[in-house]
Every structure is written in C-alpha cells, then in structure tokens.
C-alpha cells in the first residue's frame, strides 16, 4: 500500500482512532505551545536582565558624578582656603608695624587656616581610602558637607576681599597725601 493511501485509510477509514496521524498532531500543537511559553519567558527575562543593566549603569554614573563632584569640592575648598591665607598674610603685613612678628589676631587667623587645611587633609585621605566602599547615602553627606562648608567660607572670603580693597585704597590715600612716607 502506498503512503498516499494509508493516509487516506487514516483519515477517512473505520480505524481513524488509531491512526497516528493526528496524536503527531497534538504532539506538534504541545511542542508549539511549550515554545511559545519558553520564548515568551525568555523575552521577559531579558526584558528584566536589560532593566537591571541599565539601573547598575545610571547607580554607577551617578556614584561616579558623585566622587568626581567631591573631589572638585576639595580642590575648590583648598584654593579658597589657601586664597584666604594669602590675603590675611598681606593684609596683616600692610597693617603691621613690623612684618616679620605675626600679631595676635594674625596667629589666630592663621591657625583657623591651617586647622581648615587639616580639616581638608583629613576629607581626601577619607575620600581615597573610605569613598571607594562608601554607599551611596555617605558620598551624598559628603559631597553635602564641603559643600556647606564652602559656602560658609564663601561670605569670609568677601569680607576678606572688601577689607583687602578697602586697605589698598586707603595706603594710596596715604602716600597721595604724604609722598615722603
């Protein structure tokens, strides 16, 4: 018997029960249907391992903008701090009646510099030995406290350079007004 007529005995004949045609066929519908879930857990799981790659990629930018952030906060404090001493140096000199002896209020100025610049010494060995295991919260308080701690100065360093203006304003008054001084 030929294949085309065994199929046709199959479908059309008294034992089409038995036939295996169609157990091939709800075979193939289960196989189709275990693909169908299997690709759409696949699409889901890469949907969800996609998602956390990017959240891990923006958590590492943002702790990144934030070391980068703290770092250029200390470099800006350091300058202020060292802006500041240099202008208290020649403001007290202009002022004194002799240079090379410091004044009280000179020695006070100076400590609270240096006691800032150790302040500051302090942060940077924190940032190169604690930031890189810190959470991100820490480097938040971090980079929120030089930050403060800037603006804070930010009003002296005005001050300081009001005053500086004002001193070499009235020096010139000074020597306009006596030029044998």
Request: proline share 4%; net charge neutral; charged share 25%.
């Amino acid at each position: 018997m030929c294949f085309r007529s065994a199929r046709a005995f199959c479908l059309n004949g008294p034992h089409a029960a038995d036939c295996a045609l169609p157990r091939f066929r709800a075979a193939s519908s289960h196989v189709n249907d275990l693909l169908t879930y299997g690709l759409a857990t696949f699409f889901v799981f890469a949907v969800i391992v996609a998602g956390g790659g990017v959240w891990l990629r923006r958590r590492g930018n943002r702790r990144s903008e934030s070391l980068h952030q703290l770092l250029e906060l200390a470099d800006r404090l350091e300058a202020d701090l060292k802006t500041c001493r240099a202008g208290l140096q020649q403001a007290h000199a202009v002022m004194s009646l002799n240079p090379d002896k410091p004044a009280a209020s000179e020695q006070e100025a100076r400590q609270a510099i240096e006691a800032g610049l150790r302040s500051l010494l302090q942060q940077r060995i924190w940032i190169r030995d604690q930031a890189p295991y810190a959470n991100q919260g820490q480097l938040d308080q971090a980079v929120a406290a030089m930050a403060e701690t800037r603006s804070r100065l930010a009003p002296l360093l005005e001050a300081l350079n009001d005053a500086q203006h004002a001193l070499d304003d009235a020096m010139r008054e000074h020597i306009q007004r006596d030029p044998q001084a």
